[in-house]
């Protein structure tokens, strides 16, 4: 019997009880709406942390002043003082894998103007960290190397910082807030970035020359951090082995002694995140995949009841000329077609409510073709696996049994 | 001129029934030539329904000899045997075995769906003429819920017509159906038999029935206990005219 045959045999008998039809496909359906929405969203949570990550610079690269064994007990990161500028000018002169490099000092306190105040800290990098991070103005000009060489005492102010101290959307530029007791220019607003991956907000700082910063606030020598971005994405690894290496010949370490630094780059945070995330979309995909075989359950249920409940067709179809392998395909081609039916329908619905997902909660999705393929394939399969035992049962029936078959 | 259609030599069939062999049929020779219209008549029990599965090449012989239309059934497989009950047979039931929700066109079609050397436009061609020899042209489109009783055998009938058999194997064809409808059903019988030369083999119980035939085979406890020729036989087109009036055929 020809294929058109067969799928017009199968469709006439779907035909003839469209709602049953359609109440198994429901399995189906639930199954790869829920697998295309879980990956989707899995996906989109994946891509918006990387995205994320990318906006704060993926070639950025940190080194931290870091914990030390001394005398056998270990100090923490931030108050241990290594970094210092001999090792700036070091990394300007004998890196090659980077192009920027600046360091910062952070410095907790008030913005204060006139009455208003607000709690915030004060970052005193290099002119190159706004590069390095990515970070752009709105309005105003940033400070220069100028600035650094004397200290001035100008900053740059970020939205968070503005929405409280100038409340009634006076324009910032060219006044004078205090930080603590010093007064600060405010010579450019910083574009806003909202809330990174960590939920901190990136816009609730101040940034001053780090010499500013170090000679008028803090009075250290010393800075808590360096950031430099390396030249391109794919040489991060050697820009960091590199920046270790200068570092340790910098602070004069013996080859056995430990990295009084830590160097990280932005890739093992993305790396980390990331499978945190995959993990997710595998528990999700796992939990729909389960509801996909449900639904083929559902269809080996459904095609059982209709094999016994057309035994009399069965016969008939056989007296006719039907051989066991017609109707073989014949049920096997039912329950291909409902799975499939479904798949397609589920697809939409999958779409549909990764729609509705991303219009109503606001979360990130991305609908990959990989999963919609694989969702098909399954459904397919799973027509063809549940339905086979149901249609092998019909195939063999004596048709003189099942044509006085009440 | 005439030809045998089937030809049946000393055909026993046994049942194993546990531990006990049921002799249906005991030996049973006789042929049929193209063109006769040939009623098996018996009590429950006689063996008829065996008799008629085996001429339907639904089940085979124990032992003995089948011939259809020259073709030794005994050495089919199960494939082969519904391929040649596709290309030669046409067969008409009791209970009609129409598929329900299903066009009277459609299930027409249906054999013919199992026959891959008819293609869809012959297959709707051959359909429609099937239905129109039955008399119901401007039926195409009724399911079997909107058809009468007679209707619907009529259209099982058109069925049994359309992959043009050797020969039509009716199961009490008219078991269901009151005396009228039976013998409207009987003169098409008669009409299919007399003007297209059909071979019709038609199982019954009822004399009344098999006095249309041609010849009566009448079988008893496996055997054929008497086998007939009816010289003149009745017409079921007279009988349906003398038959009181209100008549919508």
Redesign the interface.
């Known amino acids: ?2 294929l ?2 067969l799928i ?2 199968a469709l ?1 008998a779907l ?2 009880n469209k709602l049953r039809a359609f109440l198994t496909m429901l399995g189906i359906i639930i199954g790869v709406g829920s697998v295309i929405a879980m990956v989707a969203i899995g996906q989109g949570s994946k891509q918006s942390i990387h995205d994320q990550l990318s906006n704060m610079g993926t070639n950025m690269i940190t080194v931290q002043a870091a914990s030390n064994l001394n005398g056998g007990v270990r100090i923490a990161g931030s108050s241990f003082q290594t970094l210092t500028s001999k090792d700036i000018v070091a990394l300007k002169a004998g890196a090659q894998y980077i192009t920027e490099v600046s360091p910062a000092v952070t410095s907790r306190g008030q913005a204060i103007n006139g009455a208003l105040n607000w709690p915030t800290s004060m970052s005193g990098v290099a002119p190159e960290y706004l590069d390095i991070r990515k970070l752009t103005l709105k309005d105003g000009i940033a400070f220069t190397q100028n600035d650094v060489l004397t200290s001035a005492k100008v900053c740059l102010i970020g939205q968070t910082v503005i929405d409280n101290i100038f409340p009634n959307g006076e324009n910032p530029i060219g006044k004078v807030i205090r930080f603590g007791h010093i007064p600060f220019q405010v010579i450019g607003i910083l574009s806003p970035k909202g809330f990174n991956a960590f939920g901190q907000d990136q816009d609730d700082i101040l940034i001053a020359p780090y010499t500013t910063v170090q000679k008028r606030i803090l009075a250290s020598i010393y800075y808590s951090n360096i950031y430099a971005s390396a030249a391109d994405e794919a040489v991060t690894d050697q820009a960091v082995t590199e920046m270790t290496q200068i570092l340790r010949d910098s602070h004069r370490l013996r080859s056995n002694e430990d990295n009084d630094f830590t160097v990280r780059t932005q890739q093992e945070l993305i790396a980390t995140l990331s499978s945190t995330s995959g993990l997710l979309t595998i528990l999700l995909t796992v939990v729909a995949g389960i509801s996909l075989v449900i639904g083929g359950i559902g269809i080996m249920n459904i095609m059982y009841v209709s094999v016994t409940e057309r035994t ?2 069965i ?12 109707i073989l395909m014949q049920f096997l081609m039912e329950a291909v077609l409902i799975s499939i039916t479904g798949g397609v329908i589920g697809v939409l619905v999958g779409f549909l409510s990764t729609q509705i997902v991303t219009l109503t909660l606001g979360w990130p999705t991305i609908i990959s073709e990989s999963s919609v393929v694989l969702s098909f394939v399954v459904c397919a399969v799973t027509g063809i696996f549940f339905g086979y035992y149901p249609a092998q049962k019909a195939s063999r029936l004596d ?2 049994e099942a ?1 006085r078959y009440e | 001129m005439s030809k045998k259609i089937l030809e049946i030599k000393e055909l026993k069939r046994e049942f194993v029934m546990g531990s006990e062999t049921v002799h249906a049929l005991r030996g049973i020779s006789f042929d049929v030539q193209a063109g006769e219209f040939v009623t098996i008549m018996g009590s429950s029990g006689s063996g008829k329904t065996t008799l008629l599965n085996i001429l339907g090449c639904l089940d085979k012989p124990s032992i003995g000899d089948y011939f259809l239309d020259g073709v030794s059934v005994k050495t089919l497989s199960r494939d082969e045997l519904a391929q040649l009950r596709n290309h030669k047979i046409g067969f008409v039931f009791q209970a009609y075995n129409l598929l329900p929700r299903t066009t009277a066109l459609e299930n027409v079609e249906l054999p013919l769906l199992y026959n891959k050397d008819v293609s869809a436009s012959e297959r709707r061609e051959r359909a429609i003429h099937a239905l129109e020899q039955v008399k119901l042209a401007d039926r195409h489109d009724h399911t079997p819920s909107q058809l009468s009783g007679g209707q619907q055998q009529r259209v099982a009938i058109a069925r049994a017509l359309v992959n043009e058999p050797v020969m039509i194997l009716a199961d009490e064809a008219t078991g269901n159906l009151d005396s009228r409808t039976s013998y409207e059903i009987m003169a098409l019988m008669q009409e299919l038999n007399a003007t297209q030369g059909k071979t019709i083999v038609f199982v019954t119980h009822e004399p009344d029935i098999a006095s249309f035939s041609s010849r009566t085979i009448q079988l008893r406890d496996g055997r054929i206990q008497k086998d007939t020729k009816i010289e003149v036989k009745r017409s079921a087109k007279e009988v349906l005219e003398n038959l009181p009036a209100t008549d919508d055929y």
Request: no cysteine; hydrophobic share 35%; net charge positive.
């Open positions: 019997m020809s058109i045959n017009r045999i006439k035909q003839r009399k067709e016969g008939l179809r056989m007296s006719i000329g039907a051989r066991g392998k017609d048709p003189i044509l």
